[in-house]
């Protein structure tokens, strides 16, 4: 199984701030990563998807880079919305594994 | 618009077995596979497995090897998820996704089912 280490695990910002997330896989999956927003009783929303490419309707402050064995995700400035938890997810291959989840909070 | 809508809330006692749905709507069923995730109380997500509507085939983790099984009815375009020897472990909600996968660009899932909780307690 691919291990995939996200970190911070928790982060508390302010609105307004540029933030960054970031995930690294136990061996390299090319572009083969996703990020997800959660918000508490909801399902996960899909945010980047092969490292990079932003999915339609999700705001141009997320942007995701990366290749190989790790990645990141910015979101250039914080809006009131954005605090959630967000995970990133492999899959080049099965299982798709996930991170363990950051947590963003309000500083 | 493509929409998972997931079945209701169960509770199970230990050693027995649950069956979930997802309908899947807005989009050509056998198109896309669905994928099973789960997430236990204040935790992460857990891969479970997939199956490919078009054909039926399914494949699942190691872990739940021998007691999950899904299958799919085209004629409904819905999508099962049977889970069998239940444990307090199993205790999670459960979520159905819908992965794309295009020539330009890496499989991802897009759309979620709202999920379903599963809790498993004598």
């Known amino acids: 199984d691919i291990q995939i280490t996200q970190s911070p695990s928790s982060l508390a910002a302010s609105v307004g701030d540029r933030v960054t997330i970031t995930c690294r896989a136990g061996q390299s999956i090319a572009t083969y990563l996703n990020w997800y927003q959660q918000k508490p009783g909801k399902a996960p929303n899909l945010l980047i998807y092969?490292?990079?490419s932003l999915q339609s309707g999700v705001p141009s402050r997320f942007s995701g880079s990366g290749s190989g064995t790790d990645f990141t995700l910015t979101i250039s400035s914080l809006q009131p919305e954005d605090f959630a938890t967000y995970y990133c997810?492999?899959?080049?291959?099965?299982?798709?594994?996930f991170g363990q989840g950051t947590k963003l909070e309000i500083k | 618009q493509v929409q998972l809508v997931q079945s209701g809330a169960e509770v199970k006692e230990p050693g027995a077995s649950v069956k979930l749905s997802c309908e899947a709507t807005?989009?050509?069923?056998?198109?896309?596979?669905i994928h099973w995730v789960r997430q236990a109380p204040g935790q992460g997500f857990e891969w479970m497995g997939k199956?490919?509507?078009?054909?039926?085939?399914?494949g699942y983790a190691q872990k739940f090897r021998g007691r999950l099984t899904m299958t799919r009815d085209t004629s409904s375009s819905t999508v099962y998820m049977d889970l069998s020897s239940l444990r307090s472990e199993d205790t999670a909600v459960y979520y159905c996704a819908r992965m794309v996968v295009t020539a330009r660009s890496p499989p991802h899932f897009d759309t979620w089912g709202q999920g379903t909780l599963v809790t498993v307690s004598s």
């Open positions: 807005g989009y050509t069923f056998t198109s896309h596979e």
């Open positions: 092969g490292a990079s």
């Open positions: 997810q492999q899959t080049y291959s099965t299982p798709h594994t």
């Open positions: 199956i490919i509507a078009s054909g039926g085939s399914a």
